[in-house]
């Protein structure tokens, strides 16, 4: 258990429905981080947190969103859901995220599926 | 451009043999961490070892140790004594010092294990 919780674990939805994931990081994290895992583009980094403020954004679609509450959690918010949107998403953090040795722990991941 | 290289195919390894897993990177930014993170078939993600571009020696956890080789660029994981709970996918993954910041991980494609009995 990597401490990082997401929830829901599963979610099945349909085109154009909007979702949002949750995430909770390690107790002392600050920094969050979003990825995609899918079959064809593999692990992709969407979006990083720091502190409540963005840090840094990657292959993130402008249909999707996210943000850090004052608590540390993390939504990452995905509408006008497509097919091709179906992927395992994953939540990690780190204790700074501003350092190379700084280790990403990972969530469980939620898996979503868009029928 | 592809950051990290895993192009081994899918490897079957007897148990309590030793397997060993190659990474290649690519980088110009001489301040950078490599990082292998194993994937079981259940899904989540689990952070196995860290290699800094700057540390003198190779990386050892346990029954995973990282064969770095700054100068090739690669940093290859050896698992020693295989046990049935590797078989997985392992992801190789690089932090480039870059922006200050900026902490994203670039990802290999993986390598696929199965530990034979």
């Known amino acids: 258990d990597s401490g990082v919780t997401q929830t829901p674990k599963h979610l099945i939805t349909a085109t154009g429905q909007r979702v949002t994931l949750r995430c909770s990081p390690r107790?002392?994290?600050?920094?969050v981080y979003w990825y995609q895992q899918s079959l064809d583009q593999g692990l992709q980094f969407l979006i990083q947190y720091y502190n409540g403020e963005e840090r840094a954004k990657g292959n993130i679609l402008e249909r999707f969103s996210a943000q850090q509450f004052p608590d540390l959690h993390s939504e990452l918010n995905l509408s006008s859901l497509e097919l091709g949107d179906s992927a395992l998403y994953f939540c990690?953090?780190?204790?700074?995220?501003?350092?190379?040795?700084?280790?990403?722990?990972f969530g469980p991941g939620t898996r979503l599926t868009v029928l | 451009a592809q950051k990290i290289t895993q192009t081994q195919p899918g490897m079957f390894v007897q148990e309590k043999e030793a397997v060993t897993l190659d990474c290649t990177y690519d980088?110009?930014?001489?301040?950078?961490?490599l990082f292998w993170y194993k994937q079981p078939s259940s899904g989540e993600m689990i952070f196995l070892i860290y290699q800094g571009s700057y540390d003198q020696q190779n990386a050892t956890e346990g029954r995973y140790s990282l064969n770095f080789q700054k100068a090739r660029k690669s940093a290859n994981l050896v698992i020693s004594a295989s046990q049935l709970g590797d078989s997985a996918m392992y992801f190789c993954?690089?932090?480039?010092?870059?922006?200050?910041?900026?902490?994203?991980?670039?990802f290999g494609k993986g390598n696929q294990v199965v530990v034979i009995p």
């Open positions: 107790s002392g994290d600050l920094s």
């Open positions: 990690a953090s780190s204790v700074r995220g501003t350092v190379a040795q700084d280790t990403q722990y």
């Open positions: 993954a690089m932090r480039e010092e870059g922006n200050y910041g900026n902490n994203r991980l670039a």
């Open positions: 980088t110009s930014d001489p301040s950078y961490g």
